[in-house]
């Protein structure tokens, strides 16, 4: 019988250890139809992942497409007032015309990282 007893508290341990490590998201994968700017470079349309350290107005935010093409710009965590549906990114045309990259969506949730501040 107890030898029962700690290969249970052992696996319970392993769960809460497994838990913690995994923490909150840190990243997801985005798709960019068009070419858009962020801190005035260019990001060519395709499959970028964004990552990011930090919580509140203290986020360092970083685009990679592989190895070759990561972009890295300030962010902030903001709440609103409608959840978003989808994880995605929010373009908006800037003062020449080109789509400027303003900020991270995360879907089912009303927070998002607004980009360059």
Do not use: H
């Not at 497994?18 to 960019?32: D, F, I, R």
């Amino acid at each position: 019988m107890e030898i029962r007893r700690v290969g249970l508290a052992g696996a319970l341990a392993l769960c809460l250890a497994a838990a913690a490590a995994a923490g909150p998201k840190q990243s997801l994968t985005v798709e960019l139809r068009s070419t858009a700017t962020l801190n005035g470079k260019e990001l060519p349309a395709g499959t970028y992942k964004v990552s990011w350290t930090g919580e509140g107005s203290n986020v360092k935010v970083t685009f990679a497409n592989g190895k070759k093409f990561v972009i890295e710009t300030p962010g902030k965590f903001v709440e609103r007032e409608t959840q978003a549906v989808d994880d995605g990114v929010v373009s908006r045309k800037n003062g020449s015309g080109s789509l400027e990259i303003s900020e991270v969506r995360f879907g089912g949730e009303k927070r998002v990282l607004v980009l360059g501040t």
